[in-house]
T-cell receptor, first 113, second 116 residues
Framework: AQTVTQSQPEMSVQEAETVTLSCTYDTSESDYYLFWYKQPPSRQMILVIRQEAYKQQNATENRFSVNFQKAAKSFSLKISDSQLGDAAMYFCALNQAGTALIFGKGTTLSVSS | GAGVSQSPRYKVAKRGQDVALRCDPISGHVSLFWYQQALGQGPEFLTYFQNEAQLDKSGLPSDRFFAERPEGSVSTLKIQRTQQEDSAVYLC??????????????FGPGTRLTVL
């Protein structure tokens, strides 16, 4: 069975600072994809960043980057220069091509000015 | 272009009523997924379509749940004889194709179902 674990229910960060959200996963598949999604309060889930397991290079999208450690089955998200608009629930997710996403329980990120 | 849309956004049902939730995927998207999200939790898979074919319905919690996508575009999730435990947000997601980079799933705003 595939699982995704987010061990930090809540995190907080000050504006302009950097924060890292943790995610570990378990899968027996060799080819898979990892995602971070953001879900603001009462708003829809949007994709933050995506990583293909066969790629060794860590994905980056502007202020968002990941630290993908395949052997350790770890996939953390780093948010640099945090902004008030980054406040949301963040979900780590895993799938194989054409299959449903397996989500973690989420981390609620609060950003203070 | 337009994203995934869902209607209604909010639905209140009395226990025992039937409800129908609609999902309009992004135009041209082949794959469509339904997820159920309980309050404060991550979404959980319900069912998956590729075009009009329902390829996986292993996540449907009971035979009261039924989904269809008859013409390979709009999908409807129907819940019969609703129970209080059915209260949740129902999310729909679509992806362009199955496999490869275009496999990224894009989510709709969800339908919040409350069963009294």
């Amino acid at each position: 069975a595939q699982t995704v674990t987010q061990s930090q229910p809540e995190m907080s960060v000050q504006e302009a600072e950097t924060v890292t959200l943790s995610c570990t996963y378990d899968t027996s598949e060799s080819d898979y994809y990892l995602f971070w999604y953001k879900q603001p309060p009462s708003r829809q889930m949007i994709l933050v960043i995506r990583q293909e397991a066969y790629k060794q290079q860590n994905a980056t999208e502007n202020r968002f980057s990941v630290n993908f450690q395949k052997a350790a089955k770890s996939f953390s998200l780093k948010i640099s220069d945090s902004q008030l608009g980054d406040a949301a629930m963040y979900f780590c997710a895993l799938n194989q091509a054409g299959t449903a996403l397996i989500f973690g329980k989420g981390t609620t990120l609060s950003v203070s000015s | 272009g337009a994203g995934v849309s869902q209607s209604p956004r909010y639905k209140v049902a009395k226990r025992g009523q039937d409800v129908a939730l609609r999902c309009d995927p992004i135009s041209g998207h082949v794959s469509l997924f339904w997820y159920q999200q309980a309050l404060g939790q991550g979404p959980e898979f319900l069912t998956y379509f590729q075009n009009e074919a329902q390829l996986d319905k292993s996540g449907l919690p009971s035979d009261r749940f039924f989904a269809e996508r008859p013409e390979g575009s709009v999908s409807t999730l129907k819940i019969q004889r609703t129970q209080q435990e059915d209260s949740a947000v129902y999310l729909c997601a679509s992806s362009l194709v199955s496999g490869g980079h275009a496999d990224t799933q894009y989510f709709g705003p969800g339908t919040r179902l409350t069963v009294l």
